[in-house]
């Protein structure tokens, strides 16, 4: 430490020192604290240091270490500051400067500090522990997730035999040889090097969780509804049914596979705008764009509830729905995760031309780049999905019901009725008073802006723009046909052909290209433009294929089926007909035990794709069995014929003799 007018002259200014609140001092305490630091705002105002002491009654002599004291930095980087002034505070670790005496083992008598002193002697030692403390001894040795006290401990023993250190000598003089000394100090390591040691050592969740709470204001602000949504899917934590009406006419359940939830939620308001129940296991770009699609341009309306006691809240639903004006209203940014669905060009080219918004990729794993949606889930687990009796829970070790996949079938938890408790849990989630919308419900503070119309306007598509623009997938396909064969002009689409009158006619388009505006979620007919730009008018898919509305999913499936000849489908085969009976007759275990989950699933999603009941299965009828020709049993000893024969048994007779 330099002279006085050095050490002012590169200090920090006295008005910008940490301050300390002596309310909860006693007298004494307080005195001296307030004399200690009135001293040093006079030492730090040039004050001579004997008028200090006579004005304060600290020593002049002490006042250089007092305030070497303010001046030293932290535990937190800043400097002690006023903290330096408090009675008995230590702003230093405490250091042993005696020998440790020679106690018999089990007895603690005088050990205080010895850790500090071995180290203090084998300064790398120190330097080696606090390495594999924060995980960071990857370079010297194989890593160890999470290092346990005692494994430092034993490194710690081992540092000190390869130094030297003989049994007479402490830690080994000890009946614990200095474990607690070492749980001490991992513990003091790991909470001063809190957020570099809880990224090397814990799990996603603590990770995420050390993004928020920092006290620093997050770039992105949204101060309006529809400035932003959050996007994600959630896979429901219970098993559920489908009804399963068997040959016989009776009627069981059927376990399907894991269903997905993706939500749309308002981030201002918190509000759900979409949701929508994905029938597979995994979700995929089609969903993504389907659920914003509904966003965009869905009504919501209250299902019919077949579930009794069940109702909608007064005044609940979707906004799309219960608020004047909010239907076909777009949001200006979307917030996404890294999932690969949300990374598809599906989504990140065609829906944002559609809806002009922007999108903010998150990390994966990070919930709280989205908190509005990963609350509502959470919230929906808690109250709908973690009460039912075919519960999974967070994980097997959390919550997880007893024999789930069972009981969802004995308690007949059917997935339609899950659906009607979902949109009444949405509706009910948008009705309830939230902390922080200041006790308004998310309804209320949409409509708190719809209802001042001079600061607050919902941007919708422009006028005479169709709902759909911008959705459709464009491609190009040849025409073909052949005059001499006598083949009319179409085109080609997954192995479908498409034609209509006009272009049936049109054989001088054989060859040429045409521009296809190609709807993915029915493919029964494209749109066809000529190369420039003409409308060439509907092209309908031929046979049964343009009947029955089917996505381009379910063809590629019908299309891969057919390719490895598990299914035939003629022209007077309905294709989607075909599939759902091929994929109920595949057995699960019991031959008696109707479809496995995985065909189950994708037999609701079929229906559900083609807008009819998907409350319960059809078993196929069955098929009957070959006749087989009766046997014919014959006395060995007469050579009579005992087998009862057929009436035309003898009339098939040749060569009777």
Not at 580 to 599: E, F, I, N, V
Request: aromatic share 8%; charged share 25%.
């Amino acid at each position: 430490m330099g002279t006085r007018q050095e050490v002012i002259k590169d200090s920090l200014p006295i008005d910008l020192w940490p301050s300390v609140l002596d309310a909860e001092f006693d007298d004494e305490r307080r005195e001296q604290f307030r004399a200690q630091s009135e001293a040093m705002r006079l030492y730090f105002s040039f004050v001579p240091v004997g008028e200090i002491e006579q004005r304060t009654g600290v020593s002049q002599t002490s006042l250089p270490r007092l305030a070497k004291r303010c001046l030293k930095l932290a535990d937190d980087g800043r400097i002690h500051g006023f903290r330096a002034c408090i009675p008995y505070l230590r702003t230093g670790q405490y250091s042993r400067t005696t020998e440790l005496p020679h106690a018999p083992p089990g007895e603690r008598a005088g050990m205080a500090g010895a850790l500090g002193l071995v180290l203090k002697r084998f300064p790398d030692i120190e330097q080696l522990l606090g390495k594999y403390t924060k995980n960071e001894a990857k370079r010297l040795a194989v890593p160890e997730h999470k290092l346990r006290p005692c494994d430092l401990h034993r490194v710690f023993l081992r540092c000190l035999a390869d130094k030297g250190v003989g049994p007479t000598e402490w830690p080994f003089t000890t009946k614990y040889r200095g474990l607690r000394s070492i749980q001490q100090f991992m513990k003091e390591t790991l909470d001063r090097n809190f957020a570099r040691t809880t990224i090397a050592r814990e799990d996603s969740v603590a990770r995420a969780h050390l993004s928020v709470g920092t006290g620093i204001f997050s770039l992105l602000n949204f101060e309006e509804p529809y400035d932003a949504v959050e996007i994600d899917a959630y896979k429901m934590e219970a098993h559920v049914t489908v009804a399963f009406r068997t040959p016989e006419g009776l009627e069981t359940d059927l376990r399907l596979d894991r269903l997905n939830l993706i939500a749309v939620v308002d981030r201002f308001s918190s509000a759900v705008l979409a949701y929508t129940v994905v029938y597979r296991p995994e979700v995929n770009a089609d969903d993504i764009l389907k659920v914003i699609r509904d966003a965009a341009n869905g009504t919501w309306a209250p299902m019919d509830l077949t579930i009794p006691d069940l109702r909608y809240p007064k005044g609940g639903g979707l906004p799309s729905g219960v608020i004047e004006g909010a239907q076909g209203a777009f949001w200006s940014a979307t917030l996404f995760d890294g999932a690969l669905a949300h990374l598809s060009s599906a989504v990140h080219a065609r829906a944002r031309a559609a809806l002009g918004f922007a999108i903010n990729w998150g990390p994966v794993a990070h919930f709280e780049r989205r908190p509005n949606v990963e609350r509502t889930f959470n919230q929906i687990a808690r109250t709908l999905f973690k009460r039912l009796p075919s519960t999974t829970g967070a994980s097997p070790q959390s919550g997880r019901a007893d024999e789930a996949e069972r009981k969802a079938v004995e308690h007949r938890v059917r997935a339609a009725e899950v659906e009607q408790l979902l949109d009444v849990a949405f509706a009910q989630h948008n009705a309830t008073p939230s902390e922080g919308l200041s006790q308004l419900t998310p309804l209320e503070a949409i409509r708190y802006f719809v209802d001042r119309p001079e600061r607050f306007e919902f941007r919708k598509r422009p006028a005479g723009t169709p709902a759909e623009a911008g959705f459709k997938q464009y491609e190009s396909a040849v025409v073909r046909g052949d005059r001499k064969a006598g083949r009319r002009p179409y085109i080609q689409v997954d192995r479908v052909h498409y034609t209509n009158p006009v272009l049936a006619t049109s054989g001088h388009l054989i060859g040429t290209r045409l521009l296809l505006e190609v709807d993915e979620d029915d493919m029964r007919q494209v749109r066809a433009y000529l190369a420039n730009g003409a409308e060439l008018g509907f092209l309908k898919a031929h046979g049964k294929w343009g009947v029955t509305k089917h996505s381009r999913r379910t063809r590629k499936a019908i299309n891969s089926l057919i390719t490895k000849r598990l299914i035939t489908v003629t022209t007077f085969d309905d294709p989607m007909q075909v599939y759902m009976r091929h994929l109920a007759t595949q057995k699960g275990k019991r031959s008696s035990s109707g479809p496995r989950p995985k065909q189950a699933t994708e037999i609701v999603r079929l229906k559900k794709e083609v807008g009819v009941n998907a409350q319960s299965i059809q078993a196929p009828p069955p098929v009957p069995e070959p006749v087989s020709p009766p046997r014919r049993v014959i006395d060995e000893m007469r050579g009579r014929l005992l087998s009862e024969a057929p009436s035309e048994f003898f009339t098939k007779v040749k060569n009777r003799r």
